[in-house]
């Protein structure tokens, strides 16, 4: 049986805003924000930030009010 080394699903470029997961010390990860979302909902470096589980895959990051 011939198995090929790689399989080739689409010819599509990368898309502008996909992000690696990245490892950040030994027991926590990152990742980068595009800076045009930044710019969108007016965020700044620092800023405290809410991460929910929605799960299925999604995560949602939302501005933490005081």
């Known amino acids: ?17 996909t992000r690696k997961i990245l490892k ?8 980068n924000i595009p800076k045009e979302i930044i710019r969108k909902y007016k965020w700044s470096e620092r800023m405290k930030v809410s991460v929910e589980d929605k799960g299925k895959g999604t995560v949602v990051i939302k501005n933490k009010r005081k």
């Open 1 to 17: 049986m011939n198995i090929p080394r790689y399989v080739h699903l689409e010819n599509k470029p990368m898309e502008k805003n």
């Open 24 to 31: 950040n010390g030994r027991n926590s990860y990152y990742v």
